[in-house]
Each structure stands twice: as structure tokens, then as C-alpha cells.
Nanobody, 125 residues
Framework: VQLQASGGGLAQAGGSLGLSCAAS????????FAWFRQAPGKEREFVAA????????SYADSVKGRFTISRDNAKSTVSLQMNSLRPEDTAVYYC???????????????????WGQGTLVTVSS
């Protein structure tokens, strides 16, 4: 499956941005998806994930209550709505996908074989 992330940009602290990840080349409903992010000088970290077949979700503690991940199987798109943004949310955000993600592995980068190119989110204070 190929992943194309979009929607990054500049926002002020307290503002909102929405990211989209368009998937192609696979049967969308068979894949679980996740968003990871990587800030300058830091390691890639888990943000949110949504499973196939039922859409169970998981969030990093740092974004819980502020970010919402969703999927549209008809449009083969996964979205990340980011509200109450903070300067520490500044990072390149990556969309990832895989068919064999189990619940206990949803937050692990190694659980996902397919990655998009990343989209930059900058939050100013």
C-alpha cells in the first residue's frame, strides 16, 4: 500500500490542524493505521492509531483528549484532527499502515511496514 500524507502547516498555540493520509494500492479496510511524529533532534514517537475491522483507537498520553484519529473506508483515508495545539506538537508527522497489527503493538513503529513521506506541523507560541 502507498501512503500520501497531507495537511501540515503552521498553527498558533491553541489552534487546530487536520492531517490526512490517503492510501492506495491495497484493500484499505484490511489495514490498521497510525500516526507517528518526529521533532528535530528527537526520536520518532507514537501519536495515535486506529485498527482495522472495528476501528479501535489508541493515543499517546501527550495527545489524549486533544487529537482524534479516524478512518473513512469509503474514501481510503485516515485523518488526524489536532486541537489545542502546543509548541511541543511541532514535528514531522508520518502516516503508517500494516495489516497484522495486534492491539498490544499499536503504538510500536516496528509493527508497521508501510510509511508515508511525512508532513510538517509547526506550532508557534
Amino acid at each position: 500500500v502507498q501512503l500520501q500524507a497531507s495537511g501540515g502547516g503552521l498553527a498558533q498555540a491553541g489552534g487546530s490542524l487536520g492531517l490526512s493520509c490517503a492510501a492506495s494500492g491495497g484493500t484499505f479496510r484490511d489495514y490498521s493505521f497510525a500516526w507517528f511524529r518526529q521533532a528535530p533532534g528527537k526520536e520518532r514517537e507514537f501519536v495515535a492509531a486506529i485498527k482495522r475491522y472495528g476501528g479501535a483507537t489508541s493515543y499517546a498520553d501527550s495527545v489524549k483528549g486533544r487529537f482524534t484519529i479516524s478512518r473513512d473506508n469509503a474514501k481510503s483515508t485516515v485523518s488526524l484532527q489536532m486541537n489545542s495545539l502546543r509548541p511541543e506538537d511541532t514535528a514531522v508527522y508520518y502516516c503508517a499502515a500494516d495489516r497484522g497489527v495486534i492491539t498490544s503493538s499499536m503504538s510500536m513503529a516496528r509493527a508497521y511496514d508501510y510509511w508515508g513521506q511525512g508532513t510538517l506541523v509547526t506550532v508557534s507560541s
